[in-house]
């Protein structure tokens, strides 16, 4: 399937379980299929378009809007101008948008802010300890292959309690669009109160704004920024981006 077409279904939520793999391996390894990635879905949000031939009628509107005006265009499907136009585009929809909507999109605010939560407690010696059932889990972590690791962190958590490995889970299942399964994991870790809650607390604001609960959202970025707390700035910035 060519990349552009799996593009378009991972947008529309078609993608079967062997495309999604595909697509995670494109999205983790190619820097331009990753910005295509999200420009378009960016576009999609905004505009409401469901695919590329729907993002194609609107930009040849705005096209024709500039020639009607005597502007000099560039044509915008010739290879590789088109998403450096559609990018122009975004930042100019976007920017009218965040001004004339009261809250800016949920959707667009946590595809900028959502980040895998690095492994920085487990270091993986390839080779060495392979089969340490941690470290397996790690290393399918880090190779996005947030299914399986998922999985593994649910197992060695009810093998050994030690709570970071709910973080992990949850962040597996954010990548994959398991909100709701996400959710109550992350509420678990948070309620430990342990060095990992400050790092849980911004997962779950994120969590809570994919849901569309915009209240529960703002509450916890609001106790990160009053406790000084992981990702304090970004928390003020959403704050006032959905007030």
Not at 12 to 33: I, L, N, R, Y
Not at 46 to 62: E, H, S
């Amino acid at each position: 399937m060519k990349r552009e077409e799996l593009i378009d279904k991972y947008i529309q939520g078609a993608v079967t379980s062997s495309e999604k793999e595909d697509f995670d391996h494109f999205f983790t390894t190619d820097v331009d299929f990753k910005n295509d990635v999200k420009v378009i879905k960016n576009l999609s949000i905004v505009l409401g378009a469901q695919d590329r031939k729907d993002l194609k009628k609107v930009l040849l509107n705005f096209e024709t809007k500039i020639a009607a005006h005597k502007t000099k265009a560039i044509p915008l499907f010739k290879k590789k101008k088109f998403f450096i136009i559609t990018s122009i585009i975004l930042l100019i929809i976007i920017g009218c948008y965040l001004i004339l909507s009261p809250s800016a999109n949920p959707d667009v605010l946590y595809v900028d802010n959502f980040e895998i939560y690095p492994n920085i407690t487990t270091p993986i010696i390839r080779g060495e300890n392979d089969r340490n059932k941690e470290v397996m889990a790690f290393m399918a972590y880090e190779e996005k292959h947030y299914t399986i690791a998922s999985n593994q962190f649910a197992a060695l958590y009810n093998d050994t309690q030690k709570s970071y490995f709910l973080l992990y889970q949850a962040n597996c299942l954010l990548a994959i669009n398991q909100i709701e399964t996400a959710i109550p994991l992350l509420e678990q870790q948070i309620a430990l109160n342990d060095a990992f809650k400050e790092k849980s607390m911004w997962y779950l604001a994120l969590a809570y704004l994919k849901n569309k609960n915009k209240i529960k959202a703002i509450a916890i970025l609001e106790k990160i920024t009053t406790d000084n707390s992981f990702k304090k700035e970004e928390a003020t910035v959403l704050i006032k981006k959905l007030n």
